[in-house]
């Protein structure tokens, strides 16, 4: 059974940071394609990063600020987030497909960290 664990979240004030883990339990996800999303309350889900093997990719938002990465010996996922603005207070959630490319497609989904920042 996959299953995706989210922690890391809290609240800071803007400009401050935060590290969002995503510890994978279930099968090795050292390549596969894996992905942050972020969900404010009656919104739609946003994409903020992804990666697959080694090849990253950013909404513009959050490009310069955010940095995805992945510890293949622990099997986790990472979102280092600098610079946090108000805007960026979402719910986020890690999420993975057994794939080694990304095409927007994700069967698998952690609960959700939630990440709160104020001005």
């Known amino acids: 059974q996959v299953q995706l664990v989210e922690s890391g979240g809290g609240s800071v004030q803007a400009g401050g940071s935060l590290r969002l883990s995503c510890e994978v339990s279930g099968y090795t996800s050292s390549t596969d394609c894996m992905g942050w999303f972020r969900q404010v309350l009656g919104k739609g889900r946003e994409g903020v990063a992804q990666?697959?093997?080694?090849?990253?990719a950013y909404a513009g938002s959050v490009k310069g600020r955010f940095t995805i990465s992945r510890d293949n010996a622990k099997n986790s996922l990472y979102l280092q987030m600098d610079n946090l603005k108000p805007e960026d207070t979402a719910m986020y959630f890690c999420?993975?497909?057994?794939?080694?490319?990304?095409?927007?497609?994700?069967?698998?989904w952690g609960q959700g960290t939630q990440v709160t920042v104020s001005s």
């Open positions: 999420a993975a497909e057994r794939r080694t490319w990304c095409n927007g497609v994700f069967s698998y």
């Open positions: 990666i697959a093997r080694t090849q990253t």
